[in-house]
């Protein structure tokens, strides 16, 4: 039977991806030797990762002042390597989840941390508004997609100070103005590739003003090449991940970049939020205006709780995959990355509506 993946990350991956990855696996450009088994130093991978970092230049539009890294850690390890790079005596964060949380937890090795607003109070399902951006501050960093809860901040904001972004699950997903923020990370996992490696876009003029001392891994300004197109060499990079990334990342243009990914997303997170606000069995749990086009969180309606795992079950057996909520919130979550075709999410209606009819 054919599976619908709505796994929350590691995810659904395009299948041209896929294909060229078990290719180069066997035979990487003709060489005869596999991926797994070249030197990152030969010419063939140099082209690959000039031309990876030049399909996130022409996709987001990322002027030449910005470097782009690939490296190591995942998000997690942004949490902290963006305090230690950025931060000289006072950051701002926005809470908006378990991973703006951590991202917290992390800044406060560094210095001190304000909370500008948190959604804590109500389990995270909506995005604060009206708080103000303190402006002594070295950066405000936000999380633009939070991928537990399904709530998204949907615009750039603008912000008089430095604005990071941890943007780990929506990524690549919308045209971004990248010209409004000083730093963008994330897992790559989630939207542009499998796990293993982590982009960071970063305005090179706010590096080295931070007064202490860094690891020379933990400082960007190591991964940054002389030349604008050999970054993220200084070490060995997470070659195979990287590989993915570009052969996803060439899907994504090839379709007509993020404009085209952006109605796409918003023509599948309708479809099944209608779906959920039609359905007297669910209800969703993220207010309306914040609800993210990545991540849709769903539980039984009011009098219907004790049907939850039937639910998942039914799902289950039409070839649903990874729908269960994230513990903290329950339920159901379908995450719907660019690579997850309008197929799946039919499906899953489809399933939600022959639920509904069973049980009436
Ligand atoms: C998944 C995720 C992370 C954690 O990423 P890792 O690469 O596993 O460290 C951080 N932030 C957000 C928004 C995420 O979705």
Redesign the pocket.
Known sequence: MKKHNFNA?PCVLPKEAIESAIAAIRDFDNTGIGILEISHRTPGWERIMAETEQLWRDLLNIPDDYAILFLGG????QFFEVPANLLKTKAAYLQTGV?AKKAIKEAKFYGDVEVVASSEDKNYTYIPKGYKIPTDVDYFHI?T???IYGTEIHEDMDSPVTLVA?M??DIMSRPVDVKKYGLIY??A??NVGPAGV?FVIVRKDLLGKVDRKLQTMVDYRTHIGDEPRNNSMFNTPPVFSIFVMHETLKWVKELGGVEEMYKRNKKKAELLYNEIDRNSMFVGTAVKEDRSLMNVCFVMAPGHEALESEFMNFAKEKGMVGIKGHRSVGGFRASIYNACPLESVEALVACMQEFEKNHK
Do not use: L
């Not at 995942?74 to 390890?77: E, F, H, I, K, N």
């Open positions: 990350g995942g998000a997690s390890t991973w999380t997609n939070n991928t941890d780990s699950s994330g897992g996992q989630k982590t």
